[in-house]
């Protein structure tokens, strides 16, 4: 049985709360306990970043040496990956070989950051003879970071880098579903010698210990992943405030597959895109879009894929494959399914799944629903589950419509051998990033965020960085001759 504790000022502490018991989604069983904390530790939480970020040590460093500091901790983090992995795969539900991917890429973002801490330059500016003028990149002082449970580790990952390569301290707060890993981020913190207080993490129930996150008054800006509607309580917050945030949400993304599009290529994004983790990616390729002269060979070749897909428990899945774990919680997967059986219920077309899975654990088959129109539920929810929608267009404006008609504008994609009409679409397409015959094209160098309800600010690549600085301008007068 694990049991882990949350990590205040450089210290391991117990919650206010208790202990919260974490279950393995592929049984249902407990597998560890974590220290559950209210808002009386998140209080602890943001003092001691505040005491870190007003001794000013991250900021006082010359940055090679901040960027050092954070790449030892994507160090670290992939010299114990075999400790890891195992842990979010029990706690997560997905496959082992995934869990990899996901520590791998956790480790990416402090490299890619670290590298980049001292890149962050202000710059000079002419005010004639009687001036210097310069800005400075400052840091905010406090970061807070709101992770979703669906990549616990690399979510954070994502946000940490950041915030501690332009020199804030950070209070995280860990998804109670599945907070485990983050105890490698702590020692990490630790092993690297970051100064106490400036990473502090504690797990809690979003509407207790999120909540009292999002509103504390000495938090200086916020980094919100996860649904809409929290996101906007967290954004009120904020407001409330006035601090600035980053709200990484949810999607309903499409790929439109034209009359020339590579088979091939449509059939390994839909892989990736909409079963890699059971489905539970904001980013997920939910809708297919397909040009009714493809739609029937695609459709087939689409639901062969899906009845071919291994459904087991993660622990058994060490090796990449056409295979998928469990969904996250019997909520997740059952919502799943109620989505499913409103979807046939307004005429859309099983042709692959559409069930729990009759086993213990929270299982969902892959599934694939033909003749989606737009007016239905299932082109315009979230399911977050392994579950693909099929549209069908006549022409390329019609094509753009169907994929435009959401609410969402996380990522979309176009499928097609034609780079012109490629271009056009990604024109078209409203979203915050486009995938050009392959889903999912691009990494941690790549900005990332959403158009609409998907959010507003960018994570990943340079852009991320200028949302934990603030800029200062400074003039100076200087002596008249
Ligand atoms: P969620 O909104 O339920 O929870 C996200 C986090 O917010 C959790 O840590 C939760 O404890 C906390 N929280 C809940 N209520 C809160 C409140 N009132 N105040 C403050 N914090 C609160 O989302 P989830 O179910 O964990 O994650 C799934 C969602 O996240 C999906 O919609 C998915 O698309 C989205 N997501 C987006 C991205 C992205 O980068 N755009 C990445 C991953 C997940």
Request: with cysteine.
């Amino acid at each position: 049985m694990l049991r882990h504790q949350n990590f205040i000022n450089g210290k391991w502490v117990d919650g206010k709360e208790g202990w919260l018991d974490i279950e393995d989604p592929a049984t249902g069983e407990i597998i560890g306990r974590q220290a559950l904390g209210n808002g009386d530790d998140i209080n602890a939480a943001v003092a001691a970043a505040r005491q870190c970020a007003s001794r000013g040590e991250l900021a006082a460093m010359r940055p090679v040496e901040r960027g050092r500091m954070v790449k030892a901790i994507g160090e670290y983090i992939l010299e114990h990956k075999d400790e890891i992995a195992p842990i979010l795969t029990l706690e997560a539900g997905k496959p082992l070989w995934e869990a990899d991917i996901e520590v791998a890429g956790s480790a990416r973002y402090f490299e890619y950051y670290g590298n980049q801490a001292e890149t962050l330059e202000g710059r000079s500016i002419p005010l004639g003879d009687g001036y210097i003028d310069f800005t400075a990149l400052e840091p905010y002082g406090v970061s807070a970071q709101i992770i979703p449970w669906n990549y616990p580790l690399e979510m954070a990952a994502r946000s940490i880098s950041t915030a501690l390569t332009a020199g804030n301290a950070c209070v995280v707060k860990s998804p109670e579903l599945d907070p485990l890993t983050h105890d490698f981020l702590a020692r990490a913190a630790d092993a690297v010698g970051l100064p106490a207080g400036a990473l502090n993490i504690v797990c809690g129930y979003g509407e207790v210990a999120g909540a009292a996150l999002a509103a504390h008054k000495d938090v200086n800006q916020i980094v919100f992943t996860g649904s809409v509607e929290t996101g906007a309580s967290v954004a009120t917050a904020a407001a409330k405030n006035i601090v600035p945030c980053v709200l990484e949400l949810g999607g309903k993304s499409a790929a439109i597959v034209h009359d020339d599009a590579d088979i091939e290529r449509v059939l390994s994004s839909v892989r990736w895109g909409i079963f890699f983790h059971a489905g539970q990616v904001c980013s997920a390729l939910s809708r297919l879009v397909v040009h009714e002269s493809r739609h029937d060979e695609v459709v087939d070749a689409v639901a062969e894929l899906a009845r071919s897909i291994n459904v087991a428990p993660g622990s058994e899945l060490a090796e990449f494959g056409d295979n998928m774990g469990p969904m996250i919680s019997q909520k997740q997967r059952d919502r799943a399914e109620a989505l499913c059986i409103e979807a046939v219920q307004q005429g859309a077309k099983t042709v692959a799944g559409g069930h729990k899975l009759n086993r213990p654990g929270w299982f969902f088959e892959p599934t694939v629903f033909d003749d989606v129109t737009a007016d239905m539920n299932i082109a315009n929810k979230e399911v977050f589950g392994p579950v693909l929608s099929v549209q069908r267009f006549r022409n390329d404006d019609e094509a753009i419509q169907i994929a435009n008609a959401s609410e969402y504008g996380l990522v979309g994609g176009v499928f097609t051998k034609d780079s012109e009409r490629a271009i056009k679409a990604a024109k078209q397409l409203r979203a915050g990033q486009i995938f050009v015959n392959e889903w999912y094209a691009g990494g941690v160098e790549t900005p990332f965020g959403g158009y609409g309800k998907s959010g507003y600010g960018r994570e990943k690549g340079r852009e991320a960085l200028y949302n934990y600085v603030q800029t200062k301008n400074i003039a100076i007068a200087l002596k008249g001759e």
